[in-house]
């Protein structure tokens, strides 16, 4: 059906009527991939919601400042251990039991006992770390709410983890005292037993047996001794090295703070924050333009009509100019539908 061209004259002028444009070829010039998520979409969408993400990166720097004032980190002290190792294992052993001695519940809980404290042992150990520096030496780290606070606690825990380890060590000497000590004891009654042998015998009637046997007993009686003397020696040993070990374990460096920069650390939760808060803000934007079926670019609304877009103008600011605009489009709009009732028969 043909529209009759009666009425259109005066709109001839107009810059917005479709038919002063030239035709377009098809329904649309646009590609059939126009509508596809781009990095240039994705840009175009973070510039027109740049202040909504900027707002939220201001909300996480605010909120990271906020956590640090609420929830500072804790202050450090570190103290240094020297050890003496033992001489039946190898360094590196030893050092691995040293550092799990001391990250123990038992010097844990001595060291609250220390300090009067009635925490509970599990956070309590969590505040504290063990770092072997070499094989002689374990550094204590220590954390509290104050600077003179973790170092009472530093001090505590040095004491307390020597402290075990000098119970550990002399419970270790008890064992073996009392396994040489039964050892002793047997090698001594066989050597009574092979002495009290030989009396005997040596008051026996010469005979050639008798001097058989008599040299049996002596030798087995030699034997005897041989085989106490080392087992005496080893008790004495025993009680040398573990006193050289407990004298040989001190603190090497008593428990002093750790320097703490007092702008890099608000500073670096500030960033944190404002970072976060940056990538939740972009995440959320990226994340509503993607999901809305707004109509923002000029290819969306070519696709979604079917027809080429010519002319498209920004956002009209209010004022005496923007509402003069408005209402001569108005007018025009209205005759456009008068003449568009009266062309087509039938409809209201």
């Given at each position: 059906m043909?529209?009759?061209?009666?009425?259109?004259?005066?709109?001839s002028?107009?810059?917005?009527?479709?038919?002063?444009?030239?035709?377009?070829?098809?329904?649309s010039?646009?590609?059939?991939?126009?509508?596809?998520?781009?990095?240039?979409?994705?840009?175009g969408a973070?510039r027109?919601?740049?202040?909504?993400w900027c707002a939220?990166?201001?909300v996480?720097?605010?909120?990271?400042?906020?956590f640090?004032?609420?929830?500072p980190?804790?202050?450090?002290a570190?103290?240094?251990?020297?050890?003496?190792?033992?001489?039946?294992v190898t360094?590196a052993?030893?050092t691995?039991a040293?550092?799990?001695?001391?990250?123990?519940?038992?010097?844990?809980?001595?060291a609250?006992?220390?300090?009067?404290?009635?925490?509970n042992?599990?956070r309590f150990?969590?505040?504290?770390?063990?770092?072997?520096?070499?094989?002689?030496?374990?550094?204590?780290t220590v954390?509290?709410?104050?600077?003179?606070?973790?170092?009472?606690?530093?001090?505590?825990?040095?004491?307390?983890?020597?402290?075990?380890r000098?119970?550990?060590?002399?419970i270790?000497q008890?064992?073996?005292?009392?396994?040489?000590?039964i050892k002793?004891?047997?090698?001594?009654?066989?050597?009574?037993?092979?002495?009290?042998?030989?009396?005997?015998?040596?008051a026996?009637?010469?005979s050639?047996?008798?001097?058989?046997?008599?040299?049996r007993l002596?030798?087995?009686?030699?034997?005897?001794?041989?085989?106490?003397?080392p087992?005496?020696?080893a008790?004495?040993?025993?009680?040398?090295?573990?006193t050289?070990?407990?004298?040989?374990?001190?603190?090497?460096d008593p428990?002093a703070?750790?320097?703490?920069?007092?702008?890099?650390?608000?500073?670096t939760?500030?960033?944190?924050?404002?970072?976060?808060?940056?990538?939740?803000?972009?995440?959320?934007?990226i994340?509503?333009?993607?999901?809305?079926?707004?109509?923002?670019?000029?290819?969306?609304?070519?696709?979604?009509?079917?027809?080429?877009?010519?002319?498209?103008v920004?956002?009209?600011?209010?004022g005496?100019l923007?509402?003069?605009?408005?209402?001569?489009r108005?007018?025009?709009?209205?005759?456009?539908?008068?003449?568009?009732?009266t062309?087509?028969p039938?409809?209201?």
């Amino acid at each position: 059906m043909t529209v009759p061209d009666r009425g259109m004259d005066n709109l001839s002028g107009r810059v917005w009527a479709y038919a002063d444009l030239p035709a377009a070829e098809g329904r649309s010039t646009v590609s059939p991939d126009a509508g596809l998520v781009s990095l240039s979409y994705i840009c175009g969408a973070l510039r027109r919601c740049c202040r909504t993400w900027c707002a939220v990166a201001l909300v996480g720097l605010v909120v990271g400042v906020g956590f640090y004032v609420k929830a500072p980190p804790a202050y450090q002290a570190a103290t240094t251990v020297l050890l003496a190792p033992p001489y039946d294992v190898t360094p590196a052993d030893a050092t691995q039991a040293d550092v799990t001695l001391a990250l123990s519940r038992a010097v844990a809980t001595l060291a609250l006992q220390r300090l009067g404290l009635h925490e509970n042992v599990n956070r309590f150990q969590s505040a504290y770390t063990a770092t072997a520096v070499t094989d002689r030496v374990v550094t204590l780290t220590v954390g509290a709410p104050s600077s003179n606070e973790a170092v009472h606690i530093g001090a505590a825990l040095a004491a307390a983890f020597l402290q075990v380890r000098a119970d550990q060590l002399l419970i270790e000497q008890h064992l073996d005292m009392r396994t040489l000590t039964i050892k002793i004891d047997r090698a001594k009654l066989k050597v009574s037993s092979v002495a009290s042998q030989v009396a005997a015998v040596s008051a026996e009637p010469a005979s050639a047996a008798r001097k058989a046997k008599l040299g049996r007993l002596q030798y087995e009686h030699r034997q005897a001794l041989k085989a106490l003397v080392p087992l005496q020696q080893a008790t004495a040993t025993d009680v040398v090295i573990t006193t050289g070990l407990l004298a040989g374990s001190r603190v090497l460096d008593p428990a002093a703070p750790l320097p703490r920069s007092h702008l890099r650390v608000p500073a670096t939760y500030g960033l944190a924050g404002l970072l976060a808060g940056a990538v939740m803000g972009l995440a959320y934007v990226i994340v509503a333009e993607l999901v809305s079926d707004r109509l923002r670019r000029r290819d969306d609304v070519a696709r979604a009509l079917g027809a080429p877009v010519r002319l498209s103008v920004g956002r009209l600011r209010p004022g005496l100019l923007g509402r003069l605009g408005a209402a001569a489009r108005s007018r025009e709009v209205a005759r456009v539908a008068t003449q568009l009732r009266t062309a087509v028969p039938g409809r209201p």
